[in-house]
């Protein structure tokens, strides 16, 4: 069961729209502005599979045009709190990881 999990964490757009997500209820249009590059389709991809997974809850207006409002869910919070964990180690350890990488393709360079 795990590797489904982590399989639904692994694609950015997750990591993005949740991290949109994490400072309070959006409107579509609000999330679209926010996740630079996602194309529609893929916007609503990605939450349906979020509402489905238990992370985003969507409320629906019944106004003209319908207005629909995303927002996380107890579990999308920590979701987010974990995620915003795993982004602060990437900006402390991206210099090493640069390094590293230079250092791998010095010595490809070298045989």
């Given amino acids: 069961m795990s590797h489904t999990v982590l399989e639904m964490l692994a694609s950015k757009w997750v990591y993005l729209v949740v991290g949109a997500l994490k400072p309070g209820k959006r409107r579509y249009g609000e999330m679209?502005?926010?996740?630079?590059?996602i194309t529609p389709k893929m916007l609503t991809q990605?939450?349906?599979?979020l509402e489905r997974d238990g992370l985003v809850r969507r409320e629906?207006?019944?106004v003209i045009?319908?207005?629909?409002e995303y927002e996380l869910t107890d579990l999308?919070?920590?979701?987010?709190d974990l995620l915003n964990?795993?982004?602060v180690w990437s900006e402390q350890h991206a210099p090493d990881i640069r390094d590293a990488r230079a250092r791998s393709?010095?010595?490809e360079l070298v045989v």
């Fill in 85 to 87: 964990q795993i982004r």
């Fill in 65 to 68: 045009p319908p207005r629909v």
């Fill in 76 to 80: 999308g919070r920590n979701l987010a």
């Fill in 105 to 107: 393709l010095e010595g």
């Fill in 46 to 49: 990605t939450l349906r599979v």
């Fill in 32 to 37: 679209q502005r926010k996740v630079e590059g």
């Fill in 60 to 62: 629906i207006f019944p």
